[in-house]
Each structure stands twice: as C-alpha cells, then as structure tokens.
C-alpha cells in the first residue's frame, strides 16, 4: 500500500486561537496517543472544531504549536499535511457531482497514484465498509441513504492510509440505530486499522463509547482529560462533575462493555450479543426481544458466556 508518511502522535503545545475579541481555543495543552481514540466534548461554540481544524492547518493558531510524531506542522506545506491526515465532516462532504469511486480515489489520485491502483483501493475499501463495490462504485451521492453517504465519507477519508484521522461530529446527521451501527462498525475498523483518531462530538454517551480518552472543554479551555471512567469517577472538578453528572447512570451502561460482565452459559438463550458491545446495548437488546438473557459471543461467533439482567442491575446497584 502506498503512503506518504505514516503518522501517529500528536501534541498540541500553548495553543490559542483568537477571533476578534473571542478566545476560541485558549492555551490548550494536549497529547493524543499513536493509535486512540481521542475525543474532544463539549457543548456547542467550546472551540472543539477550532481545535480539530487547526491539526490539519485548515486554521492557523494565533499561539502555540503543534507537532505530529515531533516534527512541528508549520514545517509542512498545508496541503502535503491535509492529503496525509484523513478528515471526516458532519453530512460527509461528498461531491455530489462525483461517483462513489471518484470520491473515495480523490486523495489517491492527487498523490498520483496509478488507475489501476486506486481501482483496486476504492474496491478494498467498499469491501471494507461493507458495501458491494459493483453496486456502489458507480452510484452518486444522491443515490445513498444517509448511513451509506457517512460510510462512504470515512473510506474516502481511510483512502491514502492516514495515520491520523480527524472526524468532526462525523455521525451527528444520522438517526440512532444507524448512528449506534456506524458507530460499531467504525470501532472495529480503527482496531484493525490501528489508525490516530480526533473525533469532535457534543454527545457524552458517544464519547463514553467511542473515546480511549476524552478532552472535556469549556469556553476554549481545557476542563480535563481521561478515560472516560476517570471522567466518570473526577469528584474534584466541578465542571467535569456537571457536565458527567447528568446522565452518569447512562454513561456507566455506556462505558463498560459485555466482556466484563460476562458469565458461564447455562441454558443458550438464542439471541446474542458481540462481547464489545456496551452495556446499554446489552439492556436495549434485551428489551427489544423481551428476554433478560443474552448469549455473548467473539469475533470467531463462538458462544463464550452469557449476561443476565439481574446481574448487571446487581453490579450497577454496587456503583
Ligand atoms: N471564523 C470565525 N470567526 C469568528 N469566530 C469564530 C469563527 N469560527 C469559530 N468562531 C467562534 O469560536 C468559538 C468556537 O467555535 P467552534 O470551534 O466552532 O466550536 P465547537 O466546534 O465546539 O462548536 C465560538 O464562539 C465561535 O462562534
Ligand atoms: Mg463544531
């Protein structure tokens, strides 16, 4: 596979953007680790696409610095960086007068690969996202559902193999099923891929669920920065306790998985769960098939256990 540099790490040094009068980003300090997914939340206008936006030089800090596996970005040429990080938009950004191949081999086809070669990408990626490529790779933007559009915008984003991925509340426009579908199916993915995701998002339960770490911020400042268990469990910073505290019961089912409450199976109860997913899509499951059973299975789609309802209400009691 071909790429220009593969990138991981990236530290966000001092960094402040000003608008006119409005400290959009004010002194943020950050690290994002090779191969997370970090999350940055907060409501509305908290400097979050400021911040996501000036990693790929789309907007240039006022202060401070940023480097990418240590080399400071002002050192690239804006366009070099852009090609070489992946970048997912809310309501995907697709070109609406492309085909979905022409779009998903945009970025190759600048970086002059061969048509062969982007052939034979675009229909790895299709296959990837799970979408038939004879179906799609000759279809437009306007021909797609919604979840379709999303997928397709990520595997144009995944094209050129970037290290680092930034994602700017890339499921917001989507309905919930879909959205949680997406959202699975983009976590698989990354683990696979091992790929540095900066995911934007205002929605705590999908920070909770998608995020390694997660950066709370409030009017351009950092609040903190953690799993989002140790967001969940931060009694000192009143911000982080508001803003977590609303919905802390939601957010635990959203932030613990299947795996870790998983038991012998005694009798199979026919209806199954992955053992990655969390615990609120546990509950959901059970509520939508009226069972208080699930078996759990892996990767392999191998029953490995099984979760009850009343040990998980136990064990939440116990919280
Ligand atoms: N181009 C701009 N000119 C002036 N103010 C801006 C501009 N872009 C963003 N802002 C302001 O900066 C703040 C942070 O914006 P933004 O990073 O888009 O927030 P978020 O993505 O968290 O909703 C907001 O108060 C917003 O109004
Ligand atoms: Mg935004």
Known sequence: MKKEWRTGMIEIKNVTKIYDEIRAVNQLN???CDGEIFVLLGSSGC????TLNMINRLIEPT???IYIDGKDIKDFKPEILRRSIGYVVQGTGLFPNMTVGQNIGIV??????NSQEIKRRVKELLEMIGLDPDKYVKKYPHQLSGGEAQRIGVARALAANPGIL??????????PINRANLQNEFMKLQKKLHTTVVLVTHDIGEAMKMGDRIALMDQGRLQGVGTPRELLCNKDNQFICEFMGNDSFINILNCYTVKEYVQPVNVQAGISIHETCNLKEAIAKMIENAVNVLDVTNDQGIVCGQIEINRLVHVLKEM
């Open 47 to 50: 400097g979050k696409s400021t």
């Open 108 to 113: 190759p086809k600048m970086l002059k690969w």
């Open 63 to 65: 202060e401070g610095n």
């Open 166 to 175: 930034l994602m700017d509340e890339p499921f917001g426009a989507v309905d």
């Open 30 to 32: 950050l690290t994002v």
